[in-house]
Protein backbone atom coordinates (compact mmCIF):
# COMPACT_ATOMS: atom_id res chain seq x y z
CA UNK A 1 0.00 0.00 0.00
CA UNK A 2 1.48 3.19 -0.82
CA UNK A 3 0.74 5.04 2.19
CA UNK A 4 2.17 2.28 4.46
CA UNK A 5 5.81 4.22 4.14
CA UNK A 6 4.73 7.78 5.40
CA UNK A 7 7.79 8.84 7.34
CA UNK A 8 11.01 9.79 6.46
CA UNK A 9 13.67 9.73 9.43
CA UNK A 10 15.91 12.33 9.25
CA UNK A 11 19.41 12.27 11.26
CA UNK A 12 21.58 15.47 11.89
CA UNK A 13 24.90 15.98 13.35
CA UNK A 14 26.84 18.30 11.33
CA UNK A 15 27.43 20.08 14.13
CA UNK A 16 27.18 20.15 17.81
CA UNK A 17 23.88 18.75 18.09
CA UNK A 18 22.26 15.09 17.66
CA UNK A 19 19.40 15.66 16.22
CA UNK A 20 16.45 12.44 14.46
CA UNK A 21 12.85 13.44 13.74
CA UNK A 22 10.16 11.88 12.10
CA UNK A 23 8.43 13.53 9.23
CA UNK A 24 5.26 12.88 6.90
CA UNK A 25 5.64 14.32 3.30
CA UNK A 26 3.33 17.27 3.83
CA UNK A 27 6.16 18.22 6.74
CA UNK A 28 3.85 17.15 9.46
CA UNK A 29 6.27 16.52 12.46
CA UNK A 30 5.88 13.54 14.11
CA UNK A 31 8.63 13.63 16.69
CA UNK A 32 11.92 15.63 16.78
CA UNK A 33 14.21 15.06 19.11
CA UNK A 34 17.96 17.20 20.18
CA UNK A 35 20.70 16.05 22.33
CA UNK A 36 21.94 19.17 22.76
CA UNK A 37 26.02 19.58 23.27
CA UNK A 38 25.83 22.97 24.71
CA UNK A 39 26.97 21.90 28.22
CA UNK A 40 29.96 20.55 26.76
CA UNK A 41 31.15 23.01 24.76
CA UNK A 42 30.02 26.13 27.09
CA UNK A 43 33.61 25.67 29.03
CA UNK A 44 35.31 26.26 25.79
CA UNK A 45 33.18 29.37 24.50
CA UNK A 46 32.76 27.37 21.14
CA UNK A 47 32.60 23.97 19.72
CA UNK A 48 35.46 21.69 20.02
CA UNK A 49 35.36 19.46 17.15
CA UNK A 50 36.63 15.88 18.57
CA UNK A 51 34.22 16.12 22.01
CA UNK A 52 31.86 16.81 19.21
CA UNK A 53 32.07 13.72 18.03
CA UNK A 54 32.10 11.26 20.74
CA UNK A 55 29.47 12.83 22.11
CA UNK A 56 27.18 12.16 18.81
CA UNK A 57 28.51 8.78 19.47
CA UNK A 58 26.90 8.13 22.61
CA UNK A 59 23.74 9.86 21.75
CA UNK A 60 22.93 9.00 17.74
CA UNK A 61 20.98 5.51 18.50
CA UNK A 62 19.21 6.70 21.49
CA UNK A 63 18.32 9.58 19.77
CA UNK A 64 16.81 7.55 16.73
CA UNK A 65 15.23 5.23 18.85
CA UNK A 66 12.96 7.89 20.93
CA UNK A 67 12.38 9.94 17.62
CA UNK A 68 10.71 6.76 16.32
CA UNK A 69 9.61 6.07 19.78
CA UNK A 70 7.74 9.54 20.34
CA UNK A 71 6.23 9.24 16.48
CA UNK A 72 5.01 5.58 17.31
CA UNK A 73 6.75 4.79 13.98
CA UNK A 74 8.37 1.44 13.51
CA UNK A 75 11.00 1.03 10.24
CA UNK A 76 8.75 -0.22 8.11
CA UNK A 77 6.45 2.92 8.25
CA UNK A 78 9.87 4.57 7.06
CA UNK A 79 10.33 6.08 3.18
CA UNK A 80 13.60 6.64 3.72
CA UNK A 81 16.04 7.78 5.81
CA UNK A 82 17.48 11.29 5.22
CA UNK A 83 21.02 12.36 7.05
CA UNK A 84 22.97 15.43 7.01
CA UNK A 85 26.04 15.08 4.42
CA UNK A 86 27.46 18.64 4.94
CA UNK A 87 28.44 21.60 5.24
CA UNK A 88 30.25 21.06 8.94
CA UNK A 89 32.45 19.38 11.18
CA UNK A 90 33.86 15.99 9.00
CA UNK A 91 34.03 14.12 12.44
CA UNK A 92 30.34 14.88 13.51
CA UNK A 93 29.27 14.06 9.78
CA UNK A 94 30.81 11.11 9.77
CA UNK A 95 28.87 9.74 12.68
CA UNK A 96 25.48 10.69 11.03
CA UNK A 97 26.39 9.11 7.80
CA UNK A 98 28.08 5.73 9.23
CA UNK A 99 24.58 5.28 11.70
CA UNK A 100 22.68 5.88 8.79
CA UNK A 101 24.04 3.80 6.24
CA UNK A 102 24.18 1.42 9.22
CA UNK A 103 20.34 1.81 9.57
CA UNK A 104 19.47 2.35 5.95
CA UNK A 105 21.33 -1.59 5.70
CA UNK A 106 19.60 -3.24 8.39
CA UNK A 107 15.91 -1.95 7.62
CA UNK A 108 16.68 -2.58 3.74
CA UNK A 109 15.75 1.16 3.28
CA UNK A 110 16.92 4.19 0.88
CA UNK A 111 19.39 6.81 2.49
CA UNK A 112 19.86 10.32 1.36
CA UNK A 113 22.50 12.59 1.90
CA UNK A 114 21.17 15.73 2.53
CA UNK A 115 22.58 19.43 2.13
CA UNK A 116 22.10 20.89 5.78
CA UNK A 117 21.57 24.41 4.00
CA UNK A 118 18.66 23.01 1.90
CA UNK A 119 17.44 21.62 5.19
CA UNK A 120 17.47 25.24 7.13
CA UNK A 121 15.55 26.20 3.83
CA UNK A 122 12.73 23.72 4.56
CA UNK A 123 12.72 24.65 7.74
CA UNK A 124 10.23 27.35 6.63
CA UNK A 125 7.59 24.69 5.50
CA UNK A 126 7.74 22.63 9.14
CA UNK A 127 4.32 22.17 9.66
CA UNK A 128 2.47 24.32 7.76
CA UNK A 129 3.45 25.67 4.25
CA UNK A 130 4.35 29.16 4.45
CA UNK A 131 6.83 29.95 1.73
CA UNK A 132 5.48 31.65 -1.53
CA UNK A 133 7.59 31.59 -4.49
CA UNK A 134 9.97 33.05 -5.90
CA UNK A 135 11.08 33.93 -2.55
CA UNK A 136 14.40 35.81 -1.19
CA UNK A 137 15.96 33.95 1.34
CA UNK A 138 18.60 35.13 4.04
CA UNK A 139 20.09 32.40 5.73
CA UNK A 140 21.73 33.21 8.67
CA UNK A 141 23.44 30.71 11.39
CA UNK A 142 26.43 29.59 13.46
CA UNK A 143 28.08 28.55 9.97
CA UNK A 144 26.77 30.88 7.28
CA UNK A 145 25.40 34.13 5.87
CA UNK A 146 23.64 33.94 2.64
CA UNK A 147 20.99 35.58 0.22
CA UNK A 148 19.84 33.10 -2.08
CA UNK A 149 16.95 33.10 -4.50
CA UNK A 150 14.59 30.27 -4.80
CA UNK A 151 12.23 29.84 -7.63
CA UNK A 152 10.64 26.68 -6.01
CA UNK A 153 11.85 24.23 -2.89
CA UNK A 154 14.34 23.12 -4.88
CA UNK A 155 15.55 25.73 -7.42
CA UNK A 156 17.58 27.95 -5.89
CA UNK A 157 20.61 30.58 -6.84
CA UNK A 158 22.81 32.30 -4.79
CA UNK A 159 23.06 36.03 -4.43
CA UNK A 160 25.84 36.62 -2.09
CA UNK A 161 27.30 35.88 1.27
CA UNK A 162 30.01 36.10 4.08
CA UNK A 163 33.86 36.83 2.82
CA UNK A 164 34.37 36.09 6.34
CA UNK A 165 32.64 35.08 9.46
CA UNK A 166 29.01 34.32 9.60
CA UNK A 167 26.48 36.66 11.21
CA UNK A 168 26.36 33.63 14.27
CA UNK A 169 29.94 33.22 14.54
CA UNK A 170 30.08 37.20 15.20
CA UNK A 171 27.38 36.71 18.08
CA UNK A 172 29.36 33.99 19.26
CA UNK A 173 32.61 35.28 19.82
CA UNK A 174 31.02 38.83 21.25
CA UNK A 175 29.83 36.94 23.36
CA UNK A 176 32.92 35.23 24.36
CA UNK A 177 34.25 38.40 24.86
CA UNK A 178 31.78 39.99 27.20
CA UNK A 179 31.83 36.74 29.04
CA UNK A 180 28.63 35.18 28.46
CA UNK A 181 29.47 31.45 27.33
CA UNK A 182 28.25 29.39 24.64
CA UNK A 183 25.77 29.66 22.20
CA UNK A 184 26.46 33.39 22.13
CA UNK A 185 22.85 34.32 20.27
CA UNK A 186 20.58 34.51 22.72
CA UNK A 187 22.55 35.69 25.84
CA UNK A 188 23.56 38.72 23.49
CA UNK A 189 19.61 39.57 22.82
CA UNK A 190 19.14 39.10 26.43
CA UNK A 191 21.96 41.55 27.00
CA UNK A 192 20.99 44.15 24.53
CA UNK A 193 17.69 44.52 25.59
CA UNK A 194 18.88 46.23 28.46
CA UNK A 195 21.03 48.51 26.99
CA UNK A 196 21.64 51.52 24.06
CA UNK A 197 23.04 51.12 21.04
CA UNK A 198 24.76 54.22 21.99
CA UNK A 199 28.80 53.23 20.65
CA UNK A 200 29.36 53.20 16.78
CA UNK A 201 30.56 50.32 15.20
CA UNK A 202 31.35 49.64 11.68
CA UNK A 203 28.57 48.38 9.21
CA UNK A 204 30.90 46.62 6.76
CA UNK A 205 29.98 46.42 3.19
CA UNK A 206 27.09 48.44 3.26
CA UNK A 207 26.91 49.22 -0.04
CA UNK A 208 24.89 47.32 -2.96
CA UNK A 209 26.48 44.26 -3.21
CA UNK A 210 25.00 41.24 -1.37
CA UNK A 211 27.91 39.77 0.31
CA UNK A 212 28.58 40.26 3.95
CA UNK A 213 31.47 40.64 6.28
CA UNK A 214 31.47 40.12 9.89
CA UNK A 215 35.19 39.80 10.99
CA UNK A 216 35.65 43.69 11.32
CA UNK A 217 32.81 44.69 13.17
CA UNK A 218 33.51 41.64 15.50
CA UNK A 219 36.96 43.18 15.64
CA UNK A 220 35.86 46.60 16.36
CA UNK A 221 33.69 45.15 19.52
CA UNK A 222 37.11 43.44 20.57
CA UNK A 223 39.58 47.08 19.72
CA UNK A 224 36.61 48.99 21.99
CA UNK A 225 36.74 46.70 24.96
CA UNK A 226 40.61 46.11 24.55
CA UNK A 227 40.14 50.40 24.93
CA UNK A 228 37.10 51.38 27.02
CA UNK A 229 38.03 51.63 30.49
CA UNK A 230 34.54 51.33 32.55
CA UNK A 231 32.32 49.56 29.93
CA UNK A 232 28.51 48.53 30.05
CA UNK A 233 27.99 45.72 28.64
CA UNK A 234 24.68 45.94 27.89
CA UNK A 235 25.16 49.21 25.86
CA UNK A 236 27.77 46.71 24.00
CA UNK A 237 25.56 44.15 23.45
CA UNK A 238 22.74 46.56 22.35
CA UNK A 239 25.15 48.66 19.28
CA UNK A 240 26.53 45.03 17.98
CA UNK A 241 22.68 43.46 17.44
CA UNK A 242 22.03 47.52 15.96
CA UNK A 243 25.20 47.06 13.59
CA UNK A 244 24.24 43.21 12.63
CA UNK A 245 20.97 44.49 12.14
CA UNK A 246 21.43 47.38 9.66
CA UNK A 247 23.48 45.16 7.68
CA UNK A 248 20.95 42.33 7.47
CA UNK A 249 18.03 44.39 6.80
CA UNK A 250 19.83 46.52 4.15
CA UNK A 251 21.36 43.48 2.29
CA UNK A 252 17.81 42.06 2.37
CA UNK A 253 16.20 45.39 1.09
CA UNK A 254 19.22 45.56 -2.00
CA UNK A 255 17.99 41.73 -3.03
CA UNK A 256 14.30 42.49 -2.77
CA UNK A 257 13.97 45.59 -5.07
CA UNK A 258 16.52 44.00 -7.35
CA UNK A 259 14.11 41.03 -7.83
CA UNK A 260 10.83 41.16 -6.43
CA UNK A 261 9.72 38.17 -4.62
CA UNK A 262 6.39 36.62 -2.79
CA UNK A 263 8.22 36.01 0.15
CA UNK A 264 11.27 36.94 3.00
CA UNK A 265 12.34 33.42 4.12
CA UNK A 266 14.93 34.01 7.26
CA UNK A 267 16.08 30.80 8.28
CA UNK A 268 19.33 29.54 10.55
CA UNK A 269 20.13 29.98 14.32
CA UNK A 270 20.29 33.81 14.84
CA UNK A 271 16.58 34.04 12.75
CA UNK A 272 15.53 33.20 16.18
CA UNK A 273 16.74 36.65 17.28
CA UNK A 274 13.84 38.57 18.56
CA UNK A 275 15.63 41.74 17.63
CA UNK A 276 16.33 40.71 14.07
CA UNK A 277 12.68 38.95 13.66
CA UNK A 278 11.12 42.37 14.59
CA UNK A 279 13.79 44.67 12.53
CA UNK A 280 12.87 41.93 9.17
CA UNK A 281 8.90 42.72 9.88
CA UNK A 282 9.47 46.59 9.58
CA UNK A 283 10.98 46.15 7.00
CA UNK A 284 9.28 44.09 4.92
CA UNK A 285 5.76 45.82 5.48
CA UNK A 286 7.82 48.80 4.15
CA UNK A 287 8.29 47.06 1.21
CA UNK A 288 4.93 45.17 1.01
CA UNK A 289 6.28 41.85 0.79
CA UNK A 290 5.65 38.78 2.95
CA UNK A 291 7.90 37.35 5.63
CA UNK A 292 8.34 34.02 6.04
CA UNK A 293 9.55 32.94 9.69
CA UNK A 294 9.71 29.71 10.57
CA UNK A 295 8.36 28.64 14.36
CA UNK A 296 11.58 29.41 17.27
CA UNK A 297 12.27 25.65 17.62
CA UNK A 298 13.19 24.99 13.38
CA UNK A 299 15.13 27.67 13.57
CA UNK A 300 18.29 26.15 15.26
CA UNK A 301 19.52 23.32 13.79
CA UNK A 302 17.04 19.95 14.09
CA UNK A 303 16.43 17.06 12.00
CA UNK A 304 12.73 17.63 11.25
CA UNK A 305 14.21 20.09 8.62
CA UNK A 306 17.00 17.35 6.89
CA UNK A 307 13.44 14.61 6.85
CA UNK A 308 11.32 17.25 5.07
CA UNK A 309 14.18 17.91 2.62
CA UNK A 310 14.74 14.44 2.18
CA UNK A 311 11.44 14.07 0.84
CA UNK A 312 11.97 16.42 -2.14
CA UNK A 313 15.37 14.28 -2.68
CA UNK A 314 13.37 11.12 -2.98
CA UNK A 315 10.21 12.83 -5.51
CA UNK A 316 13.59 13.92 -8.02
CA UNK A 317 15.73 10.74 -7.69
CA UNK A 318 18.40 12.68 -5.87
CA UNK A 319 20.92 10.57 -4.11
CA UNK A 320 24.38 11.82 -3.35
CA UNK A 321 27.02 9.84 -2.54
CA UNK A 322 26.97 9.42 1.31
CA UNK A 323 30.07 10.61 2.02
CA UNK A 324 30.81 13.89 4.38
CA UNK A 325 31.26 17.10 2.46
CA UNK A 326 33.06 19.66 5.22
CA UNK A 327 31.76 22.72 2.63
CA UNK A 328 28.99 22.44 0.29
CA UNK A 329 27.20 25.24 -1.72
CA UNK A 330 23.34 25.56 -0.93
CA UNK A 331 22.80 25.26 -4.87
CA UNK A 332 24.16 21.77 -5.00
CA UNK A 333 22.11 18.55 -3.03
O1 LIG B 1 21.47 27.11 12.55
P1 LIG B 1 22.25 26.89 13.78
O2 LIG B 1 21.55 26.22 14.92
O3 LIG B 1 23.52 26.04 13.50
C1 LIG B 1 24.31 26.17 12.36
O4 LIG B 1 23.91 25.61 11.31
O5 LIG B 1 25.33 26.87 12.46
O6 LIG B 1 22.82 28.30 14.23
C2 LIG B 1 23.58 28.47 15.39
C3 LIG B 1 23.88 29.94 15.58
C4 LIG B 1 24.82 30.23 16.73
O7 LIG B 1 25.81 31.11 16.27
C5 LIG B 1 23.91 30.89 17.77
O8 LIG B 1 24.60 31.82 18.57
C6 LIG B 1 22.90 31.57 16.90
O9 LIG B 1 22.66 30.65 15.84
N1 LIG B 1 21.63 31.82 17.62
C7 LIG B 1 21.13 33.05 17.84
C8 LIG B 1 19.97 32.85 18.60
N2 LIG B 1 19.80 31.52 18.82
C9 LIG B 1 20.84 30.91 18.21
N3 LIG B 1 21.57 34.25 17.46
C10 LIG B 1 20.86 35.31 17.84
N4 LIG B 1 19.74 35.22 18.58
C11 LIG B 1 19.26 34.02 18.99
N5 LIG B 1 18.15 33.95 19.74
ZN1 LIG C 1 22.41 24.82 10.80
Redesign the pocket.
Known amino acids: MADERRYILGIET??DDTAAAVVGRDGRVYSSVIASQDAIHSEHGGVFPDLASRAHIIAIVPAVREALRKADAGHKDLAAIGVTRGPGLIGSLLIGLNAAAGLGMAWKLPVIGVN?LRG?LRSADLEAFRVNYPATVLLV????TLLARATSETDIALLGSTRDDSV??A??KVARMLGLGF????A??RLARDGAASIAFPRPLLDDSLEFSFSGLKSSVARYLDAAGEINRADVAASFVAACLDILTAKCKTALRARPAASLVVV???S??PQLRAALADMCAELGVELCLPPLRW???NAAMIALAAWDYLRLGKFPKLQPEVRLPITEF
Not at 183 to 186: D, E, K, M, N
Open positions: SCHHSGGHGEYDPGGPIDGGVASSTD
